[in-house]
């Protein structure tokens, strides 16, 4: 495996992970296993999150629908962040979540607007 990331991956990088949590897994994983990791960011954020069919924003609303089905609160505040960032209002993100309780369970749901709600008045402060 060539161990470069290509151009696109770098400008999509710089242009949207604006968070250390990409940094932290991306760190995690290579401990295991390096040429896995790179080949995990690489189609992550090179090949999927460079995708010009959908708004970055409208991305980042679907990855918050998918989380809370999936019940998955640590990378649901990621989203979120970068959902913000993207220009989300806090009543689109809370509509994401709303939206996919019939799927993932009114729990799961709650947790996820609980974890909105901490993300969302931190980035206010901010």
């Known amino acids: ?3 470069r990331i290509d151009d696109v991956t770098l400008k999509t990088v710089k242009e949207r992970m604006t968070e250390d949590r990409g940094r932290s897994l991306q760190d995690l994983m290579s401990y295991f296993d390096p040429e896995l ?6 189609f992550v954020i090179g090949k999927l999150y460079s995708r ?3 708004p970055w924003k409208t991305r980042q609303l679907c990855a918050i629908a998918a989380l809370t089905v999936l ?4 990378q649901l505040r990621s989203h979120i962040l970068f959902a913000l960032q993207a220009g989300a209002t806090k009543e689109e ?3 994401a979540i709303v939206q996919v ?3 993932g369970g009114f729990p799961a749901a709650l947790e996820a ?3 909105a709600r901490e ?3 931190g980035y206010q402060k901010e």
């Open 113 to 115: 607007l609980k974890v």
């Open 37 to 42: 990791a790179a080949d995990i960011g690489n």
């Open 1 to 3: 495996m060539e161990d």
């Open 52 to 54: 010009s069919v959908i």
């Open 93 to 95: 993100i809370g509509e």
């Open 71 to 74: 019940y998955r609160p640590v």
């Open 101 to 103: 309780a019939i799927y």
């Open 119 to 121: 993300v969302i008045e």
